[in-house]
C-alpha cells in the first residue's frame, strides 16, 4: 500500500471512530435527558472554527505550525466529521423558523463546496497535466491574443499566395468565432474537447476544396486548434480550482456569523444566559 | 571570416585574466620558484609556459590583513606568494568575520514581527548608502581587528614561492582555511584553475608538489570518510593513499556550454559527448572513488545506452567487479557498465592489487553479500544512497530526464508532482511572506511525466555559482545551504551568471519609497557628496544597484522551507537528488 492510501485509511478509521464516539455521547445525553442539542451546538461551533483556522494557517507560511498538507488533511476529515455532528446536533430533521433555515443552508453550501473542492483538486492536476503545454493561467489571456495573430498571419499568408479567398472564407465563418472565444467553466460540464474535434472536423471537410498548398496552410491551423484546445481546457480547469474557493470561503465567514447568533439566541431564549 | 576565409572564433586568451601582466613581468615571474625549475619545452607551441604566466594569472598587491581565501568559499583559483607573507588562519574564523550571514534561526516573535513588518514594495532594502562599488569590494575583503580575532588561534605564515589553494581550485571544494596579507605590499599571483590544470599537465615537477601536497593534507581524510576504508589500520590507510591515482575527465567549465548543448543536440548525442572513465566490457585496473562531479553509470541497450544510474561525491565503483575476479581468477570479469564524466569529474583509483590484499580481506559478511554475482551495481562505499537499482524504482526515462537537465547536482532539488498540484500558487506566497513580499522560486521548469523541476535554486553538490563571487557574499551554510548575503552583496552578477541553471535573479533594490537606489559618490575622504538640496550625489547613470536574489532554502526559519510547508496538496517537496531511495519512494507514492 503506497504513502497515500494508507494515509487515507488511517484517516478514515479515525473519522469513522469520531462519529461513533460523537453518536454514543449524542445517545447517552438523550437517555440521560440532557440538552444534547447544546452539546453538539457546541461541538459544531468548536469543529466549524477549526476547520476555519486552515484559511488562517495558510496566511502564516513562515510559522513553524506544521504543514498545509498535515491541516487539510484535518480540514477534510473534520469536514466529515461535522457534516454528522450537523445531523446529530439537527436531530436528523429538517430545520424549522427562518434562522435556522439559513444557517442549515450555508452548512449545506460550505459542505457541498468543499465535497466539490475536494473532487476538483484530485481530478483536475492530471487532466491538466496530460493535457499539453504547462500555461501559467494569468498569461492565458496573452497566449490567446498571440494564437489568434498567429491564426490570422497563417491565413492572411494563405490567401497572399494562393489568391484565393477560399482561406479568408473559412476563417470568417468558423475560425474566428472559435479563437476569439474565451473558454468558460462550462466546458468542463461534457467532453472538453467537442468545440475543438467539431472544428477539426469541419476543416477536414473544407479540405476537399482546397489545393495542395492551402491543405499544408490547414495543417498549420490544425496545430493551432489543438493549443487552442489546450488553452481553452487548461483556462476553464484552472479557473474552476480557483473559483470553488469563492464559495467555500466567503460562505464559511457567513456560516460563522450566523452560527454566533444561532448561539446566542438558543442560550438566551433557552433561558442559559 | 577573415581574409584568408577562416572563422574566427573567440578563444581561450582573447582576453587576459589580469591586462597588468605585461611580457616584462611575466620575464621577471619566470625567474622566480616554482616556474624558474620548469622547463619551457616541454609545453606545446599553442600553450607555452610565458603564455599561461601572461594570460591565466592575475597580479594582487594586498594591504596589510586583506582577506585572500576565506574558509568555506569555492574559488576556481591558487595562490602563488611572490613578495611578502601570506598568514594561513589554521582554525576557524567566526561567521561574521567572514562576512557571513547571521545563521541563527528566527524565533517565532521575529517571524511574527518580520511577516508584520513585510514590506509593501517589492525588493525594498534600506538605502544601500553610502560607498561605490570599488570602496565596497576593498572593504568587504578586509579582516578588521586581526589582533583581536586571531588571538589564540594557530596561524602558519607562507613566505615567497609557496603556493596554496590548489587542492580546492582543482577539487571545486571549499577552502579549508582563511589566508590573509600579513603584510602591507603583499605580492601574488592569482593562477586560474585553467591555467593550474595546464601547468600541472606539462610541468611534471608541478604535478607531482600539487598531488604530493593533496596526498599529505587532504587525501587520507577523504580516503577515511569510505565505510570500507574506516576500518582499515594507519599503515594500510598510508600505503592506499601513496598509491592512489588521480583522474580528470571532462572540462571544469563545462556550465558556459551546456545551454547551447540542450539546445541544439539530442539526449543520446550528448550522452556520446561525454568523456569515457571506463567503457563496459573493460577489465577494472582498481576501485573507482568519485572525489568530485557525477559520473553516469549506464549499458548498452539495443542499439544506444541507457542510464542506470549516477554517482556523486564520496561514491564508488568496481568494488563487485574486482571482489568476483578475486574469488575466480580463472574468469576474467570485466565491467558491467560504461562510466562517463557529467561534466566535470575528479576521480580517485585505488590499484586493484591494494584492494584485493587491503580491503576486500576487511570486508563485512553483508559487504560480501551484495558483492556476489546476483548483486547489483555500483556497490557505494558509504552508506549506500544509490537505490539498488535506480531505474526499476524510479522507471523508465527519469533517470535519463535528470541526467539530462543536470538535476542530480541538486542537493535540495525543487520537484512538483503535477498530477497533485492545484496550481494555486501557495508555495509562491509562502516564499514571498518569508522573504518581505519577495518570492525566490518561479513554478516554472522542464518536466517529464508529471513531475517538473522547478526553477528554484538546487543547493547544488557542485555549486559553480560561488566560485566567481569577489566578496564570498554567497556561501554555503554549514546545513548546507547555498545562501547569498545581501549585507555584502556588491550585485556584480557572477553568480547569477554562472548558474547554468538560471535560477539567481538579479533585482534592482529600492528605498524606502520605493525609488530604485543608484550607487552614490564619494569624496577622496571616502565620504559621500550631497548635492546643494541635501541630497546624496547619485551615479544614476551606472545603472541601479543591483543585489543577486534566490532561494536561501528558508534556512534562517524554524520550521525549514515555506514552500514545503505551504503546499496543501503534498505536491512539492526539496530533495537531495543523490538519494535515489527517497526520490524513487516519493515517486511511488
Ligand atoms: S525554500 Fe524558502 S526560499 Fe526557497 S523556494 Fe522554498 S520558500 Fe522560497
Ligand atoms: S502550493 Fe502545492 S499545489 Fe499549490 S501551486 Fe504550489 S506546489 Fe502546486
Known amino acids: 500500500m503506497n504513502f497515500f492510501a494508507r494515509r487515507r485509511l488511517r484517516n478514515t478509521l479515525l473519522c469513522l471512530v469520531g462519529m461513533v464516539l460523537a453518536y454514543g455521547l449524542w445517545r447517552m445525553l438523550k437517555i440521560a435527558l440532557r440538552p444534547a442539542a447544546i452539546y453538539t451546538g457546541f461541538a459544531l461551533l468548536a469543529l466549524v472554527l477549526a476547520l476555519a483556522l486552515f484559511n488562517g494557517r495558510k496566511k502564516l507560511p513562515f510559522l513553524p505550525l506544521m504543514k498545509a498538507s498535515s491541516w487539510l488533511q484535518f480540514h477534510i476529515y473534520a469536514g466529515w466529521l461535522s457534516v454528522f455532528v450537523f445531523l446529530l446536533h439537527s436531530g436528523f430533521r429538517l430545520p424549522t423558523g427562518m434562522l435556522e433555515t439559513i444557517l442549515s443552508v450555508l452548512f449545506v453550501i460550505v459542505a457541498l463546496s468543499g465535497v466539490a473542492g475536494l473532487f476538483i483538486t484530485r481530478l483536475l492536476p492530471p487532466a491538466i497535466t496530460r493535457s499539453g503545454e504547462p500555461l501559467v493561467y494569468e498569461r492565458i489571456p496573452r497566449y490567446q491574443h498571440a494564437l489568434r495573430t498567429e491564426v490570422e498571419g497563417i491565413v492572411e499568408d494563405a490567401e497572399r499566395q494562393s489568391g484565393s479567398t477560399a482561406m479568408g472564407n473559412f476563417y470568417m465563418s468558423t ?17 472538453p474537447s467537442r468545440h475543438s474535434q467539431r472544428i477539426l472536423g469541419q476543416m477536414d471537410e473544407y479540405c476537399r476544396y482546397l489545393d495542395e498548398e492551402l491543405v499544408g496552410s490547414m495543417g498549420r491551423l490544425r496545430e493551432c486548434v489543438e493549443r487552442k484546445r489546450n488553452l481553452d481546457f487548461q483556462n476553464a480547469a484552472q479557473r474552476l480550482l480557483k473559483l470553488w474557493l469563492f464559495v467555500h470561503i466567503p460562505f464559511t465567514y457567513s456560516l460563522i456569523i450566523v452560527a454566533l447568533v444561532h448561539a446566542w439566541v438558543a442560550l438566551v431564549y433557552g433561558g442559559r444566559l | 571570416m577573415d581574409a584568408s576565409g577562416q572563422t574566427i572564433r573567440p578563444a581561450r586568451w582573447d582576453e587576459p585574466f589580469d591586462a597588468d601582466v605585461t611580457p616584462e613581468r611575466v620575464e621577471r615571474i619566470l625567474t622566480l620558484p616554482p616556474f624558474d625549475r620548469m622547463d619551457p619545452q616541454r609545453f606545446p607551441r599553442h600553450l607555452p609556459l610565458a603564455g599561461i604566466l601572461r594570460n591565466d594569472t592575475r597580479l594582487l598587491t594586498l594591504k596589510q590583513d586583506q582577506i585572500i581565501v576565506r574558509e568555506g568559499d569555492y574559488g576556481n583559483s591558487a595562490f602563488l606568494v611572490l613578495e611578502g607573507t601570506a598568514r594561513v588562519v589554521l582554525e576557524s574564523l567566526p561567521r561574521e568575520v567572514l562576512g557571513r550571514s547571521e545563521g541563527a534561526k528566527k524565533g517565532w516573535f521575529q517571524s511574527i514581527a518580520r511577516a508584520l513588518g513585510t514590506r509593501r514594495l517589492r525588493e525594498q532594502r534600506p538605502h544601500h548608502t553610502i560607498r561605490q562599488r570599488e570602496a565596497d569590494e576593498d572593504e568587504l575583503t578586509l579582516l578588521h581587528d586581526v589582533p583581536r580575532v586571531l588571538e589564540g588561534k594557530r596561524t602558519n605564515d607562507l613566505q615567497p614561492g609557496e603556493l596554496f589553494g590548489e587542492i580546492a581550485a582543482l577539487g571545486r571544494s571549499p577552502r579549508t582555511a582563511t589566508v590573509i596579507a600579513a603584510q602591507n605590499g603583499t605580492q601574488m599571483l592569482e593562477i586560474r584553475w585553467q591555467g593550474l590544470r595546464d601547468l600541472m599537465s606539462y610541468a611534471p615537477e608541478m604535478k607531482a608538489h600539487i598531488e604530493q601536497r593533496f596526498r599529505e593534507h587532504g587525501l587520507r581524510s577523504l580516503l577515511r570518510a569510505l565505510d570500507i576504508i574506516r576500518r582499515l589500520p594507519q599503515e594500510a590507510v598510508d600505503e592506499i593513499a601513496a598509491a592512489t591515482e588521480f583522474e580528470r575527465h571532462g572540462r571544469m567549465d563545462w556550465y558556459g556550454s551546456y545551454q547551447q548543448l540542450l539546445d541544439k543536440t539530442t539526449p543520446s548525442e550528448r550522452l556520446r559527448t561525454e568523456p569515457m572513465i571506463l567503457q563496459q566490457g573493460d577489465y577494472l585496473n582498481g576501485l573507482i572513488i568519485v572525489r568530485g562531479g557525477f559520473v553516469r553509470v549506464s549499458r548498452k541497450y539495443h542499439l544506444g545506452e541507457q542510464t542506470t544510474a549516477y554517482l556523486g561525491k564520496g561514491q564508488c565503483y568496481g568494488l563487485k567487479e574486482i571482489y568476483q575476479n578475486a574469488q575466480k581468477p580463472g574468469e576474467l570479469v570485466t565491467s558491467e557498465h560504461s562510466l562517463r564524466a557529467v561534466g566535470y569529474v575528479d576521480v580517485l583509483v585505488i590499484p586493484t592489487v591494494l584492494v584485493e590484499r587491503l580491503i576486500l580481506p576487511r570486508l563485512t559478511a553483508a559487504e560480501i553479500r551484495k558483492l556476489e554475482p546476483q548483486g547489483s551495481i555500483s556497490k557505494t562505499a558509504r552508506p549506500v544512497k544509490l537505490s539498488e537499482d535506480a531505474r526499476e524504482k524510479l522507471g523508465p526515462g527519469i533517470v535519463e530526464f535528470f541526467m539530462d537537465k543536470r538535476t542530480i547536482n541538486g542537493g535540495a532539488t525543487m520537484l512538483i508532482d503535477l498530477d497533485r498540484c492545484t496550481r494555486c500558487d501557495d508555495c509562491v506566497r509562502g516564499c514571498a511572506s518569508a522573504h518581505d513580499g519577495n518570492p525566490r522560486f518561479i513554478r516554472q521548469g522542464d518536466q517529464l511525466e508529471g513531475i517538473q523541476i522547478t526553477q528554484a535554486c538546487m543547493h547544488c553538490h557542485d555549486p559553480i555559482c560561488m566560485i566567481p563571487c569577489p566578496t564570498g557574499a554567497i556561501h554555503r551554510e554549514e546545513s548546507g545551504e547555498v545562501v547569498i548575503n545581501d549585507r555584502t552583496c556588491i550585485g556584480c552578477s557572477s553568480c547569477a551568471n554562472n548558474c547554468p541553471y538560471n535560477n539567481i535573479q538579479m533585482v534592482e533594490i529600492r528605498d524606502e519609497r520605493g525609488m530604485p537606489q543608484f550607487p552614490v ?42 514552500c514545503v510547508r505551504a503546499c496543501p496538496h503534498d505536491a512539492l517537496i526539496r530533495l537531495d537528488m543523490q538519494e535515489t531511495d527517497k526520490l524513487a519512494a516519493w515517486l511511488n507514492r
Open chain 2, 521 to 562: 559618490k564619494l569624496d577622496a575622504k571616502q565620504r559621500i557628496v550631497f548635492d546643494s538640496q541635501g541630497s546624496m550625489t547619485s551615479l544614476s547613470a551606472d545603472g541601479a544597484v543591483q543585489r543577486a536574489t534566490k532561494c536561501d532554502l528558508c534556512h534562517d526559519l524554524l520550521g525549514g522551507p515555506a
Open chain 1, 175 to 191: 475560425l474566428a468565432p472559435y479563437f476569439q472565444r474565451r473558454s468558460s467553466v462550462l466546458l468542463l460540464a461534457g467532453n
